[in-house]
C-alpha cells in the first residue's frame, strides 16, 4: 500500500491522486456511513479482478456499485422504476441498496453473471468527492478479507488489507457501522435481501409490506452477506440465549447490548450501549467484535438483540458470525 490519508490532512490534490488511482485501475479503501468499502471501476473488469484477488472473495458474491447522485442511474442499470424512485428520494443517499436490471456497461463480474445490479449512493462527504471527482461508478464490497469482519476504521483495513490496495482514505469512524440494507426490486414487488442500516419498518410505513426470498433461491447469492457464514471474527463466536453471570473461563469474552452489571471472571466485556439504543448498537458493532478478536481469546459470547429495528440487522450479522 502507498499510503494511508487521514480526512483532516487531504487535500484536493491527494483526492484527484486517489481518483486518479481509481481510473487507472487501481484500489482504493473509502469511508461509508456503513463499513468501508474496498473501490475499484466499476466500468473494468480488470480492476474488479484485483477486488476479488485482494480480498479473496469468490467470483460468485456480486458486489454493489456506488454512485455519486441518483442521475448517474442510467450508467450502471437498464431501468429505474417508479418504486426505485420513491425509495432513493427517501432514503439516498444512505444505507440502501436497490436490486435493479444491470445496462450492458456493468461487466458480469461484477453481478457474478446474473442480470441484476446492486447500486446505492453513500452518505460520506469524502466519498462522495472523489466519486465525482473520478466520475465513475465505483464497485465497492466491504474492504476485508472475505468473510471476516467488517471494517469500521482505516486502521482496520490498515491491519487487514494493508499490503494489498494502493490507497486507503481516512475518513473516520463509520457513522451507521453495519452494512446497507439490500432490496430487490421486480415490478411492483419489493423483496429484502438483506436486512442493514435502513430499518425495515421504515421502508415498509414508505411503500408497504415487503417480502423475503424463498428458500430455493439462496443457492446463489443475490446479494452481498447472504451466505451462511460470514461477518466472522477468527475467534469462535457463540449466540446463546442470556450471557452466563459467570464466564465459563479466565478466556472468554462477551457482547452485551447494554450494561450488565453481574457478569464475572470474562476475560473482556464490550457494552454496546449505555442507552439501550440499537442505532448507538450499531454503530459500534464491529469495533466492540475487532477488539475483542484483537484480545487472545478462546471464546467470544454474544445473545440475540431485540429483533426490531436495527436489532434485526445485528441479529442477522451476530447469526452468520456464528455460523459453524
Known sequence: MDELMRVENLTTAELY????ILKGGGLVAIPTETVYGLAANALDPRAVSRIFAAKDRPFFDPLIVHLADVDWWPRVVSEFPPLARRLAERFWPGPLTLILPKSNAVPDLVTSGMPTVGIRIPDHPLTQQLLRMADIPVAAPSANPFGRLSPTTAEHVRQQL?????????????????????????GDAVTLLRPGG???????????????PSPSAQNQPAAPGMLDSHYAPRTKLSLVDQIPHQA?????????????????????????????????????????????????????????????????????????????
Open 17 to 20: 491522486r486517489a481518483a486518479e
Open 162 to 186: 494493508g499490503d494489498r490496495i494502493e490507497m486507503i482514505l481516512d475518513g473516520g469512524s463509520c457513522r451507521v457501522g453495519i452494512e446497507s440494507t439490500i432490496l430487490q426490486i421486480h
Open 198 to 212: 435502513i430499518d425495515l419498518e421504515s421502508i415498509e410505513a414508505l411503500i408497504g409490506p415487503v417480502g423475503r
Open 248 to 324: 465459563p473461563s479466565a478466556s472468554v469474552g462477551a457482547l452485551v447490548f447494554t450494561e450488565e452489571s453481574n457478569l464475572s471472571g470474562y476475560a473482556a466485556i464490550e457494552t454496546l450501549s449505555s442507552s439501550v439504543d440499537l442505532v448507538e448498537a450499531a454503530a459500534g458493532f464491529f469495533q466492540a467484535l475487532h477488539r475483542l478478536d484483537q484480545g487472545g481469546l478462546e471464546l467470544i459470547l454474544a445473545c440475540p438483540f431485540p429483533d426490531q429495528g436495527l436489532g434485526r440487522a445485528l441479529n442477522d450479522r451476530l447469526r452468520r458470525a456464528a455460523h459453524g
